[in-house]
Every structure is written in C-alpha cells, then in structure tokens.
C-alpha cells in the first residue's frame, strides 16, 4: 500500500540553526515524485521543492534541499539558517505514475525559537 | 491566473444540515484532488478526478459524502447529513497530468464546523 510517513509531529528549532524534517514512504511503483509542501499559520498550502524517483541529484531550492535516500525510501527536507519565518507546518508528499494519486504525510509542526 | 478558488471558505452549518463545498481548479488542469486535514490525520485524501471522471474515491470516509465534477470548471463535494465530527478544513487541489513532477495547486481551503 501506498504510505506516507513523518514520524515527527512537532520540532523545535532556535533561529538561525538548521533542521532536518523527516519522511519516508512506501511504494511499490518504481517512477514516483516526492513533495515537500508548507503550511504557514494563515492556512493556505505553498510548495517547496520536488525530487523524482529517477533523479540523481538531490533537489534544491534555495534555502531547501532534499535528502532523498531511495533505498531507504526517505526524503527528508532540510532547511538551512532556519528564519522565524520557517514556522509553520510541513507536509511531505508523493504522486505515483501509475494513476496520478497524490498522497500526503500527517505532517510535523515547526517551531522556530528566536 | 486566479488560481483554485473554493467557496464558501468558512461555514458553521448545525448537525443533520447538507452542507455543499465548492471549488473552480486552475484553467487547463485535468485532475483534480479532494482533500481532508484534520489534527489526527493530518491531510487525507477524500477522492480524485481525471478530465471530470472520478478516479478513485476510497478516502470517502461514508456515504453521506459525495463528489461531482459536472465540468472541467467545477467540482463539488457534499456532506448529507453533516454530523460534528465532519468538523475539518476541506481542501480543493489541481494540477496537470503526465508527469510525475508535476505539484498540486491549493485553494485556500473551506473551515468546515458543524455544531
């Protein structure tokens, strides 16, 4: 079955720091995409970075990068120097190619210390 | 672009009431993603449609929920009767098809209460 999985419901990080928010999936597909999606206070959904099953690199954008280790299955989020800003909620996500499903993981709250 | 609007985005309705949520996905999207995030179990997903066709709607938890997607514009979800534990932010999402890398877009969500 197809399964999203981030084992941390809530972090707290001080300001300035890096942080490493955890996923792992399962999937018996083999050509699948992983999200990382934010969740600020205000409610509405912001997409932060992607990382496919076939890819070689790590993703990055910016201030975020994707630790994806494909046969652990994981794809952790790291994001560097953490802002204030950085607090919110963190959803990591996979879509399949076999029918487009996009699942998402229960998520882990970030708190940003000052 | 105006990106996927849901109507209305708040909504207190009293148990027993049908309750209709509303969502236009963003303008050439063929899927689109019915979505439920609660604090236990975080963001599931409800039902999804491919080019207006319902695709797979395991995560509608009963039968007094329903989806439509009369058109490539419009998407409905429906909750008859509404009980308090349906109390949740309903979210609405779209995107293209095809590719594995290609992301869901929100709308802003509708906070669901039901009294």
């Known amino acids: 079955a197809q399964k999203i999985t981030q084992t941390q419901p809530g972090m707290f990080v001080q300001e300035k720091e890096a942080v490493t928010l955890d996923c792992t999936y399962d999937?018996?597909?083999?050509?699948?995409?992983l999200f990382w999606y934010k969740q600020p206070s205000s409610g509405e959904m912001i997409f932060l970075i992607y990382?496919?099953?076939?890819?070689?690199q790590n993703a990055t954008e910016g201030r975020y990068s994707l630790n994806f280790q494909k046969a652990r299955k994981s794809a952790n989020l790291v994001i560097s120097a953490s802002q204030l800003g950085d607090s919110a909620m963190y959803f990591c996500?996979?879509?399949?190619?076999?029918?487009?499903?996009?699942?998402f993981g229960k998520g882990t709250r970030l708190h940003i210390l000052p | 672009d105006a990106g996927v609007i849901q109507s209305p985005r708040h909504e207190v309705t009293e148990m027993g009431q049908e309750v209709t949520l509303r969502c236009k996905p963003i303008?050439?999207?063929?899927?689109l993603f019915w979505y439920r995030q609660t604090m236990m179990r975080g963001l599931e997903l409800l039902i999804y449609?491919?080019?207006?066709?319902?695709?797979?709607d395991s995560g509608m938890p009963e039968d007094r929920f329903s989806a439509k997607m009369p058109n490539a514009s419009f998407s409905t979800l429906k909750i008859q009767p509404s009980e308090p534990r349906d109390s949740a932010v309903y979210f609405c999402?779209?995107?293209?098809?095809?590719?594995?890398?290609?992301?869901?877009?929100f709308g802003q969500g509708t906070r669901l209460t039901v009294v």
């Open positions: 999402a779209s995107s293209f098809s095809g590719r594995v890398n290609t992301e869901a877009f």
């Open positions: 999937t018996s597909d083999p050509s699948y995409g």
């Open positions: 990382q496919g099953s076939y890819d070689q």
């Open positions: 996500a996979m879509r399949m190619n076999r029918d487009d499903k996009i699942i």
């Open positions: 303008s050439g999207h063929d899927y």
């Open positions: 449609f491919n080019n207006n066709v319902p695709i797979d």
